[in-house]
C-alpha cells in the first residue's frame, strides 16, 4: 500500500512557519542533547505523549525527569537525525494545531527507523509561540483493518 502525504508550502514570516519552526528547533535541541532548548518552548501547564514511552506526562517536573531519561535513551540508542514535514497548521486566534509526519532515525548500537505522526497545539504568548501540548506515535506500516 503506497502512503501518500500531502505536504504543505508555508508562506515565510507567516504565524503558521513560525509555530512550525518551534516544533522543528525542539527535535534539533533533542537531537544535540540539549533539553533546556526544548523546556524552553513549553508552556507551565504542558503536557506530553511521547512516541516511545507509554504514559502521559503532564507537570513541569514530570516532564523534566521524561527529559532526562528520553536523553539517556538517545544516548544508548546512536545518533539521531530527522526530517519533519508540515501536513496541516491551523491557526486560531492565539492557539495553532500542527500536524506534522517524521521521517526518524537513529543510528547503531541500537538503530531505530520510523515514520512519525506529530500533533501538536500550541499557544501564542507575548508574541513567540510556545508549547501547550505534544503527541507523538509511530506511524503503523501497511493496513490492518479489515
Known amino acids: ?5 500531502d505536504f504543505i508550502e508555508l508562506t515565510p514570516g507567516s504565524d503558521e512557519e513560525a509555530a512550525f519552526r518551534v516544533i522543528e528547533s525542539v527535535y534539533e535541541a533533542y537531537r544535540t542533547f ?59 486566534g492565539d492557539m495553532a494545531i500542527l500536524l506534522c509526519h517524521m521521517e526518524a ?18 499557544r501564542k504568548v507575548n508574541g513567540r509561540w510556545m508549547m501547550f501540548h505534544h503527541h507523538e506515535s509511530f506511524e503503523p506500516e501497511g493496513y490492518t483493518h479489515i
Do not use: C
Not at 500500500?1 to 502525504?5: A, L, Y
Not at 504542558?46 to 544516548?75: C, I, M
Open 34 to 92: 540539549q533539553p533546556e532548548k526544548i523546556e524552553g518552548v513549553q508552556l507551565p501547564d504542558y503536557s506530553v505523549w511521547d512516541g516511545t514511552l507509554p504514559r502521559l506526562f503532564k507537570s513541569l517536573a514530570e516532564v523534566k525527569e521524561f527529559h532526562k531519561k528520553d536523553q539517556e535513551n538517545t544516548k544508548a540508542r546512536g545518533p539521531f537525525s530527522f526530517t519533519l514535514n508540515p501536513l496541516k497548521i491551523d491557526i486560531l
Open 1 to 5: 500500500m503506497t502512503v501518500v502525504r
Open 105 to 122: 532515525a537513529w543510528e547503531p548500537p541500537n538503530a531505530l527507523a520510523a515514520n512519525m505522526r506529530i500533533t501538536d497545539v500550541m
